[in-house]
Structures are given as C-alpha cells and as structure tokens.
C-alpha cells in the first residue's frame, strides 16, 4: 500500500510570514495526526482527526495555526504568522486502528529564520 | 494523561553485540498499546515492535524483542545482533485513547 505523503519535503520562510502543509493518509484511514517535532525532542501531538472532525487539538496554539481535513481525506495544516520558535519537523501520520499502530510520513522540516 | 520517559539520550554498541533501550510509562487508562519506533536521518518514524499491554507475553520481531514489566510500567527494547543500519532515533510510545504520546529518544550509535 502506498504510504502516508506529505509536501513540501523542506521549507524555509521569514518571521510574519505564512506557510502550509499537506498530508495525504493511507487510503481507508480514518484517524489522521499531525505532530511537531522540534530538534533534539520526541514529537508532540498538535491536533487529531477522526474523518473529517477534530477530536483533540488541545495542544495546537490556535492564535497562529489552522488545520483542516475535507472530506475526511487530505489535510493541511498552516501557521501564519510564523515565529522562530515553530522551527521544527512537521509529521503527519495516520491509523486505521491503533491496534495496527500508526503510519508517519516522511514530514516537512520547517525552518523560520 | 500520558507520559513516556527514555533516561538514555545517547547509546552506542559495538557491530553484532545486544543493546538494551530503556522506558517507562504512566497512564491512566486501561487498555493501552506500546510502542518503539525507529527514526533515520530520513526523518521517517517506522514501526519496530508493538506491545498490547493485555498480553503478558513480550513481543519479538526479528532481531528486536521488549522486556515488559506492567506493575512496574517498564517497556525495554532489546536488539540482538546489532548491524550498522540499526544506528538511529529510537522512541518509546505509548497509545491511549487513540492518542501515540512519545519520549523524548535515545539516539543509538552502532560502531563498526
């Protein structure tokens, strides 16, 4: 089966400015995540999907950052503005059941400058 | 509410030898899956070996086997016969609730 796809691979903008990711999940995959994971630590959870509904994005700052999945499938996550301190990987993943375990991408290594 | 903690940030072997990760755990639900994942430099987190915390019988995939001790909250990767394309990221994590919350990683160096 094909694998979880995420875009762009790397991405580097000024402070201020905007950016957006996208992820597609594994086709059937009803639960999709997306983390950060910034330098030196273990990702943590921003917001997780359950088709096209939020089920938890308690850990997202909403002031700065959006995500949405139409359609229960593709999902894209911005941040505008963006800060230095969102410098950090981006990975999207998805499951099935967790049972089975999670899928990840290869994520978007963001770097704000 | 999770928490996941790996003690080791960095661990080095020698090519063909065992080592042994460390982790623990805390969680307040009951049915909760165990997970260690391998992270290259390709950023890629991929599934090593999963443990269901209802089994008492340790998982074993290939190479990799865990130590699980529930009353202790304890979840230890082994890897036997140590090769160079083992040298990564690893992260213990812990699901609950649907949600995969991980430590903070033990970088492993396998020396030639």
């Known amino acids: 089966e094909a694998g979880v796809a995420q875009s762009p691979r790397y991405k580097i903008i000024e402070k201020r400015q905007s950016v957006a990711f996208w992820c597609n999940p594994i086709?059937?995959?009803?639960?999709l995540y997306w983390y950060q994971q910034i330098l030196g630590q273990g990702p943590k959870l921003l917001i997780q999907?359950?088709?096209?509904?939020?089920?938890?994005d308690s850990q997202l700052p909403k002031d700065r950052f959006s995500a949405e999945r139409l359609k229960g499938v593709d999902s894209t996550l911005k941040i505008q503005p963006a800060k230095l301190e969102d410098s950090a990987v981006y990975l999207c993943a998805s499951s099935w059941d967790r049972n089975y375990g999670y899928t990840f991408g290869s994520g978007t290594r963001l770097t704000v400058v | 509410a999770q928490t996941v903690t790996q003690s080791q940030p960095e661990m080095s072997v020698q090519e063909a030898e065992t080592v042994t990760l460390s982790c623990t755990y805390d969680t307040s639900e009951s049915d909760y899956y165990l997970f260690w994942y391998k992270q290259p430099p390709s950023r890629q987190m991929i599934l090593v070996i999963r443990q269901e915390a209802y089994k008492q019988q340790n998982a074993t995939e290939n190479r990799f086997s865990v130590n699980f001790q529930k009353a202790a909250k304890s979840f230890s990767l082994k890897i036997s016969d140590s090769q160079l394309g083992d040298a990564a990221m690893y992260f213990c994590a812990s699901s609950g609730n649907e949600k995969l919350t991980f430590g903070t990683g033990t970088r492993l160096t396998i020396i030639p």
């Open positions: 999907f359950q088709n096209n509904g939020v089920v938890d």
């Open positions: 086709s059937g995959h009803a639960t």
